[in-house]
C-alpha cells in the first residue's frame, strides 16, 4: 500500500490549506482512511478519520469545526480541508489508511504515508 501525501505548506495563522493523500496498491474503496499529525517534540495525535464510504468522520476536539476531511473513491483520495488554522496546528501531518472500513479506533491504522510539513505563522 502506498500513500502519499501533498499540499502542506506555510501558511498565516487564519488561513486554510487542503490536504490530498493519493492511495493505491488495494481497494481505497473498501477502508477507512485518516489524518494523524506529529509536532516537534511531542507523540503522534489523530486528527480526523473518515469511514469507507464517507458516512462517518471523526475529528479531535483541538480541530473540530476548522478542518474538513473527505474522500473521493473513485479518484482513490482522502483530502484534509484546514480553515482558520492556527499556530499550534504546526505539524508533520501524515495520512494514514486504516484495516477496517470505520477507522474508529487509533490502533486501527497501519498503512502510513511519508508526511507533509504544514507551517503556520503568528
Known amino acids: 500500500v502506498q500513500l502519499q501525501a501533498s499540499g502542506g505548506g506555510l501558511v498565516q495563522a487564519g488561513g486554510s490549506l487542503r490536504l490530498s493523500c493519493a492511495a493505491s496498491g488495494r481497494t481505497f474503496s473498501s477502508y477507512a482512511m485518516g489524518w494523524f499529525r506529529q509536532a516537534p517534540g511531542k507523540e503522534r495525535e489523530f486528527v480526523s478519520g473518515i469511514s469507507w464510504r464517507g458516512g462517518s468522520t471523526y475529528y479531535a476536539d483541538s480541530v473540530k469545526g476548522r478542518f474538513t476531511i473527505s474522500r473521493d473513491n473513485a479518484e482513490n483520495t482522502v483530502y484534509l480541508q484546514m480553515n482558520s488554522l492556527k499556530p499550534e496546528d504546526t505539524a508533520v501531518y501524515y495520512c494514514?489508511?486504516?484495516?477496517?472500513?470505520?477507522?474508529?479506533?487509533?490502533?486501527?491504522?497501519?498503512?502510513w504515508g511519508q508526511g507533509t510539513q504544514v507551517t503556520v505563522s503568528s
Open positions: 494514514a489508511g486504516a484495516a477496517d472500513r470505520y477507522g474508529n479506533s487509533y490502533a486501527g491504522y497501519v498503512y
